[in-house]
């Protein structure tokens, strides 16, 4: 059985209301969760950014849902400290947390001053994190010197089972470079024939777990004001990670989102008022091969979306991803 879960997105809802969204998500009958790390939201209309990892550990505590949270170690967070945030989460919720690793964005960590990595130097470093993280989940005293450099450390609270580590990709090259080291692999919604590669790209290199799917979703009461709940939260996010990689603030990204066609948004966002067929859609996507689902209503509102998922949309969407 598919695994469909809620993503709370931090750049788009306040701390505390994101906090109640999750749990009436598990209401609704969600079966899990994942949410965003970010420093900064990717619009100014976006205006928030909660602190994820304090957020987890309230949500954890408060629901009984797993939780998975997409990070970046290397940057902002130094892997010695991602690996005890890690390890303290999985401590205290044993079997209800894993986090998915990427090479990050400039919009979050050009912050430290430092400067910004090339891709391929940011894929090498993310390598390093990742092998530093385990070490250190596995109790060891980890010295290292190369892209990052650690010095002597040893997490000392440690969970009886390390938590997963999964890889974060959006293209394919990403995926199957992921796939010798990953417990598992997250992607977001993209045409079906992509994400058919994304997948294809990661098994075939010998990668193993649970794929998931992070699917974008606007729901309105008719199919005018899903658009605009859509164009305005989330035309921002249309770019190509080549370009999102390396812009550095909300106000770059809106400019950028100016010159966007409405049209084009529906090309990212499954946009409906439908919930059957907006079921059918997610499946359609699922059925590339992916073990999770995590839908994102990206409308800063998520009342009327819950409510819908409830009555309709979970069990069509269990339906069809049987």
Same mark, same amino acid.
């Given at each position: 059985?598919?695994? !469909?879960? %809620?993503?709370?997105?931090?750049?788009?809802?306040?701390?505390?209301?994101?906090?109640?969204? $999750?749990?009436?998500?598990?209401?609704?009958?969600?079966?899990?969760? $994942?949410?965003?790390?970010?420093?900064?939201?990717?619009? *100014?209309?976006?205006?928030?950014?909660?602190?994820?990892?304090?957020?987890?550990?309230?949500?954890?505590? $408060? &629901?009984?849902?797993?939780?998975?949270?997409? &990070?970046?170690?290397?940057?902002?967070?130094?892997?010695?400290?991602?690996?005890?945030?890690?390890?303290?989460?999985?401590?205290? %919720?044993?079997?209800?947390?894993?986090?998915?690793?990427?090479?990050?964005?400039?919009?979050?960590?050009?912050? &430290?001053?430092?400067?910004?990595? +090339?891709?391929?130097?940011?894929?090498?470093?993310?390598?390093?994190?990742?092998?530093?993280?385990?070490?250190? /989940?596995?109790?060891?005293?980890? &010295?290292?010197?190369?892209?990052? +450099?650690?010095?002597?450390?040893?997490?000392?609270? /440690?969970?009886? *089972?390390?938590?997963?580590?999964?890889?974060?990709?959006?293209?394919?090259?990403?995926?199957?470079?992921?796939?010798?080291?990953?417990?598992?692999? =997250?992607?977001?919604?993209?045409?079906?024939? +992509?994400?058919?590669?994304?997948?294809?790209?990661?098994?075939?290199?010998?990668?193993?777990?649970?794929?998931?799917?992070?699917?974008? *979703?606007?729901?309105?009461?008719?199919?005018?004001?899903?658009?605009?709940?859509?164009?305005?939260?989330? #035309?921002?996010?249309?770019?190509?990670?080549?370009?999102?990689?390396?812009?550095? $603030?909300?106000?770059?990204?809106?400019? !950028?989102?100016?010159?966007?066609?409405?049209?084009? =948004?529906?090309?990212?966002?499954?946009?409906?008022?439908?919930?059957?067929? /907006?079921?059918? #859609? =997610?499946?359609?996507?699922?059925?590339?091969?992916?073990?999770? *689902?995590?839908?994102?209503?990206?409308?800063?509102?998520?009342?009327?979306?819950?409510?819908?998922?409830?009555? +309709?949309?979970?069990?069509?969407?269990?339906?069809?991803?049987?």
């Amino acid at each position: 059985m598919v695994t !469909i879960g %809620f993503h709370a997105s931090h750049e788009q809802i306040a701390p505390g209301p994101l906090l109640a969204a $999750t749990r009436r998500a598990q209401d609704a009958g969600f079966d899990a969760a $994942t949410c965003s790390d970010h420093l900064t939201p990717w619009s *100014v209309r976006q205006g928030e950014s909660g602190y994820a990892w304090s957020w987890l550990g309230a949500a954890l505590a $408060t &629901t009984e849902l797993p939780f998975g949270v997409v &990070t970046a170690p290397g940057q902002r967070y130094h892997p010695a400290v991602a690996a005890q945030a890690v390890a303290t989460l999985a401590a205290m %919720f044993p079997g209800r947390f894993w986090a998915a690793l990427g090479s990050g964005e400039a919009m979050n960590e050009h912050v &430290t001053g430092d400067r910004w990595p +090339t891709k391929p130097e940011r894929d090498a470093r993310l390598r390093e994190c990742v092998e530093v993280m385990r070490a250190l /989940l596995a109790g060891q005293e980890v &010295t290292h010197h190369g892209l990052v +450099t650690v010095d002597r450390a040893r997490v000392w609270s /440690l969970p009886e *089972v390390p938590p997963r580590l999964v890889g974060a990709a959006v293209t394919p090259a990403t995926a199957r470079r992921h796939a010798d080291w990953a417990d598992g692999l =997250v992607t977001v919604n993209q045409p079906a024939e +992509t994400l058919r590669r994304v997948v294809g790209e990661y098994r075939d290199a010998g990668g193993r777990g649970a794929l998931a799917l992070q699917v974008h *979703v606007a729901w309105g009461p008719d199919d005018e004001a899903a658009f605009a709940v859509a164009h305005d939260q989330w #035309r921002s996010n249309l770019l190509p990670p080549s370009v999102s990689w390396d812009l550095e $603030t909300p106000q770059q990204y809106d400019a !950028i989102a100016d010159l966007v066609r409405p049209e084009q =948004v529906r090309g990212t966002v499954l946009v409906e008022h439908d919930p059957q067929r /907006l079921a059918d #859609r =997610v499946g359609e996507l699922v059925a590339c091969g992916f073990d999770e *689902v995590y839908l994102h209503h990206v409308g800063q509102e998520q009342d009327g979306f819950l409510d819908v998922a409830a009555e +309709t949309l979970l069990p069509r969407l269990r339906e069809v991803a049987a």
